[in-house]
DNA sequence: TCTTTGACCTATC
DNA sequence: GGATAGGCCAAAG
């Protein structure tokens, strides 16, 4: 540890914290902001230790919009409820309008 | 140091 | 158009 490894991680976790309310994202595009548009298994896999730290990892969601890492939160609709209370349609572990909440890191410039 | 796994994405059948 | 298989990169064991 304590490289510059930890520097995808720190990316990934900025960008989760930069994701503004009621906007989402998706693995992909963080991915991508960070230059590893191969690497979107990673951000996800990033999110393994977010959870002790104040990344709102509920805001990241697959390119489907799918809440594919609901399993990994409290392991029930924990992560549905803290979306559906900023805004965000979710049905199903589904996030609807997803094409509208969606936020694009790359958009903050 | 090598191997396995992983909250994905893309291409192909 | 839907389902399956493969690949990519990085971290943990």
Do not use: C
Request: avoid cysteine; glycine fraction near 10%.
């Amino acid at each position: 540890m304590k490289r510059e490894t930890l520097n995808f991680f720190d990316k990934v976790y900025e960008v989760a914290k930069l994701i503004p309310y009621g906007r989402v994202t998706s693995y992909g595009a963080i991915a991508n902001y960070l230059g590893a548009a191969r690497s979107a298994r990673m951000v996800g896999y990033a999110m393994n230790g977010a959870g002790g730290k104040d990344v709102p990892a509920h805001r990241v969601v697959n390119r489907k919009g799918l809440l594919t890492g609901k399993h990994h939160f409290d392991g029930t609709n924990l992560m549905q409820q803290l979306l559906e209370s900023e805004g965000v349609k979710v049905v199903d572990h589904q996030i609807q309008d997803f094409d509208k909440v969606f936020w694009n890191p790359n958009e903050i410039e």
